[in-house]
């Protein structure tokens, strides 16, 4: 499909409690890559498949949680009439300076949803200090180690409004909505939403607390990756939640986990090819314990109702 807007989700920081704890797992269980350190000692990573500086940022704090999602768009001339957008829309966007509060990144938008959550749009970014191959290029660097997580993948946050954070993603970001689950009133309970082929690069929970977040979506390449996934988060004493399973909404092969902090992650593979023309998957309510566990088709609580 052709790029007139957003091209995919490719940034994300989070709050951390214990750095160096939750740093070792993503670089030696997750298996993701430190790029380097900011000045007031962020650290910054990527997963080995990832061309751009560096995707995953963990900063130190009290609370574990999200401090915002990055999304990047096709061109400068799109980041600038999503700018323009977003305003008309509603929303009061900030300039971000080139790499001031991200090294590597041009000039970045930030701007609040309804659902509390902080946004941010870019559209230039360096190449990582280490990216994957151009020129005849070996299928990695050096074989990826622990889960193997490819790239970041998605994003579920929950918040309040999410029917109007649906409207701003397709009439701003020039994204799509694959698949929605409604309550018995028609009401939106969740929705989830993708800029590209991919089932979703986004979704979003209704629920009444603001800017939390589910989980953070990373992409293995195989279902023996997931199952080699359930052997570490075993391993490791890591505490699961959910799987290893298959989801039948996106039909997304999975496992749920937290990381030290607490911050949920899911890996994740598969999935259906998404395009813009196709006929909208709807659920109901009262079928979103099998859309989401297909095995069982049973709601697991803590699934709803554990966030950072």
């Known amino acids: ?13 989070l709050k951390v409690l214990d750095l160096d704890k939750t740093l070792n ?22 997963a080995y498949d990832e061309f751009d500086h560096h995707s995953v940022v963990l900063r130190m704090d009290k609370t574990a949680g999200l401090d915002y999602v990055g999304f990047k768009v096709v061109s400068s001339e799109a980041l600038e009439d999503i700018k323009a957008k977003t305003e008309k829309f509603g929303y009061a966007v900030t300039e971000v300076a080139p790499n001031t509060e991200q090294p590597g990144f041009g000039k970045q938008y930030k701007f609040k949803l309804c659902t509390g959550h902080e946004f941010h749009i870019y559209a230039d970014v360096d190449m990582a200090p280490t990216h994957p191959q151009i020129r005849n290029p070996d299928i ?9 997580a490819t790239r970041l993948d998605h994003f579920l946050l929950y918040g309040p409004g999410i029917e109007e954070a649906e409207r701003f993603t397709k009439e701003v970001l ?11 009133d028609g009401k939106r309970l969740a929705t989830w939403i993708t800029g590209n082929n ?17 989980h953070i979506g990373f992409y293995l390449q195989t279902w023996e990756d997931i199952l080699n996934a359930a052997d570490l988060i075993a391993v490791n004493h890591l505490k699961l939640d959910i799987g290893p399973t298959r989801h039948a909404i996106t039909r997304g092969l999975t ?35 099998r859309g989401l566990f ?13 966030v950072t």
Request: charged share 20%.
């Open 198 to 214: 991919k089932p979703h690069d986004l979704a979003f929970v209704e629920y009444p607390k603001p800017n939390t977040i589910h």
């Open 140 to 148: 990695w660097n050096e074989p990826p180690r622990g889960m193997r």
């Open 174 to 184: 020039g994204m799509y909505v694959p698949e929605i689950c409604n309550t018995p």
């Open 255 to 289: 496992i749920y986990f937290w990381e030290p902090s607490g911050n949920r992650i899911e890996t994740y593979c598969g999935g259906y090819m998404a395009y813009p023309d196709n006929p909208q998957r709807v659920w109901d309510a009262d079928q979103l314990g």
């Open 1 to 13: 499909m052709a790029f007139h807007g957003t091209i995919r989700p490719g940034l994300i920081q």
């Open 294 to 306: 297909y095995f069982s088709g049973e709601m697991i609580p803590s699934f709803l109702e554990i």
């Open 25 to 46: 797992f993503y670089k030696n269980i997750l298996g993701l890559d430190e790029v380097g350190r900011t000045s007031d000692g962020r650290v910054m990573l990527k």
